[in-house]
């Protein structure tokens, strides 16, 4: 309820104004204002559902081999757009085999969250590395950035559910995606992973080897 009041305050705001003479100029930037306010309510709703489904799981309802390779190939593929706008380049470095075992829809929502949040921090013209590597007994997807790195104080709170880091441009996300994440993992019986590295952020999602 609290997260909700900021985005619907400023809506409210905004539609006031509207109501007032106004410059073309400021009808645009109210009107911009309240499209963008509804979209972060927007992802706040649908990500809050997304999360309580999850809560509410005991346990994964589906289980299967699901290959990373073109998995993330298609994540990648999918933030074209994005990489084109900031100048940053997505490396993927996965061999075809490499598989976990799990809930596909899951695992890719989680890629797909941290990919996302790396473009949202990477410096511009930089590189967005995502490696997968199987070794002992174990699974390791890490998806690292170069960009700024996580103050300290901020380093156990990220995971945490509303918690969230400014972007560049001054705002912030709904801070549902890594608690989203790492309710997949426990799903998963895996590990989620947060580190600062000499170049920026990585971000490593741990599963047992099928």
Excluded: W
């Amino acid at each position: 309820t609290h997260e909700l009041k900021s985005p619907l305050s400023a809506i409210k705001g905004a539609s006031e104004l509207l109501q007032t003479p106004l410059s073309a100029q400021k009808l645009q930037l109210f009107a911009g204002n309240i499209e963008q306010e509804s979209e972060r309510m927007q992802d706040l709703i649908d990500n809050l559902l997304q999360l309580a489904r999850l809560e509410k799981q005991p346990q994964l309802q589906t289980r299967e081999h699901v290959l990373l390779a073109p998995m993330i190939t298609q994540i990648c593929d999918s933030m074209l757009a994005r990489v084109t706008r900031t100048g940053a380049s997505l490396k993927l470095d996965c061999e075809q085999h490499t598989c976990v075992l799990g809930d596909a829809f899951l695992v890719q929502q989680a890629l797909y969250n941290l990919v996302e949040n790396a473009l949202d921090f990477v410096f511009e013209d930089a590189e967005v590395h995502i490696r997968a590597l199987q070794s002992n007994g174990e699974t390791r997807v890490s998806v690292s950035n170069q960009g700024p790195t996580i103050p300290d104080y901020a380093l156990d709170k990220v995971r945490e559910r509303f918690y969230s880091l400014p972007r560049a441009d001054g705002h912030k996300s709904t801070g549902l995606g890594l608690t989203f994440v790492d309710q997949i993992m426990q799903l998963h019986h895996g590990q989620l992973h947060i580190e600062n590295t000499n170049e920026g952020v990585c971000v490593t999602l741990i599963f047992k080897t099928p």
